[in-house]
């Protein structure tokens, strides 16, 4: 009876003890979670503040930009605020024509990579062939590469390239893809980057898959068109994402290859209001405009990017 009395006491002594760190884990957990929803909000704040500052100085004179730089005003859409910058970006460049060549040539980028890059990556991570790791390697040696240093010898070579053109009616052989929209698109289809993700992420996908379907009598493009891409929607948001922007921000290729006023993408308008006195408040107007488009991508492709980063990374 004793016995009993004591290991009841006992296992009663032990009760009210293992409660507290219970709740103590709880609310570390939950103060873990405020901190870093706080840490999350300050820093999401911290990088709005250029896009919010744009928005708002491309409603305002230039006068008033200058005056509201040293202030909070800046970020505010208080005073004279009008929408006559939007009308004086119109009035100054082509927009119209600037966004339609900025979209027409990155659609067509962004398209034709996806499908090569990553017919590339199914080749690289799927078919068992010789060589198939030197080539990877050579593919992840060109990232090392900066644009600049290759730029000019693009430049002569895509000036020796044949051509047909339409003059007066008539279809005519000729060299040089300058002034053009191939010269634009073309060279930039295939990318090292886009080819090393597909490969990682193809690669994360069982093999069991090829080989069911390879008794199945399926041939490697039909396992390509049926099997992988369904299963890769990630890694074909992520890839379209990172196309996208460099796409987008072209400057110094089209400003080298590129002379025609009609032919010229967004980026190389921004010139047009750096001669003689600047209009900020048209800069801010234009630059707004042609940001736009970069959000409205980003926000549509953001959970398959997030995804994609997490389910396989760019692990190596």
Not at 208 to 219: K, P, Q, V, W
């Amino acid at each position: 009876m004793t016995a009993t009395r004591t290991l009841t006491t006992a296992r009663d002594t032990r009760r009210p003890s293992s409660a507290p760190p219970v709740r103590s884990e709880k609310t570390n957990r939950l103060r873990g979670k405020v901190f870093l929803y706080i840490a999350m909000s300050v820093f999401g704040v911290i990088f709005l503040f250029p896009l919010v500052f744009m928005f708002v100085s491309s409603l305002k004179p230039d006068a008033q930009i200058l005056q509201d730089i040293d202030s909070p005003m800046a970020f505010l859409p208080v005073g004279d605020i009008s929408l006559d910058n939007y009308f004086g970006v119109f009035d100054r460049v082509p927009v119209a024509q600037f966004l339609f060549n900025s979209v027409f040539v990155t659609v067509l980028t962004v398209g034709l990579g996806l499908i090569v890059n990553s017919m590339a990556g199914f080749a690289l991570s799927r078919l068992q062939w010789k060589g198939r790791i030197v080539v990877l390697a050579l593919v992840i040696a060109t990232l090392i590469v900066p644009f600049e240093t290759i730029a000019v010898p693009m430049v002569y070579w895509v000036a020796q390239l044949p051509t047909l053109v339409i003059e007066g009616g008539v279809l005519k052989y000729d060299f040089g893809w300058l002034n053009t929209y191939e010269v634009q698109i073309v060279p930039f289809i295939a990318n090292a980057f886009s080819i090393f993700l597909f490969t990682q992420y193809f690669s994360t996908i069982p093999k069991s898959l090829d080989e069911a379907a390879r008794i199945d009598g399926a041939s490697w493009f039909t396992i390509y068109r049926r099997i992988l891409v369904p299963l890769s929607g990630p890694a074909f948001a992520t890839v379209a994402i990172l196309t996208f922007l460099p796409a987008w921000n072209q400057y110094l290729w089209p400003l080298m290859v590129v002379q025609k006023e009609e032919l010229r993408p967004v980026m190389v308008g921004m010139q047009y209001f750096f001669q003689l006195n600047t209009a900020w408040g048209e800069v801010m107007a234009y630059t707004s405009l042609i940001t736009v488009p970069v959000l409205i991508v980003f926000l549509i492709f953001q959970r398959a990017f997030v995804s994609s980063i997490a389910a396989s990374g760019v692990k190596g």
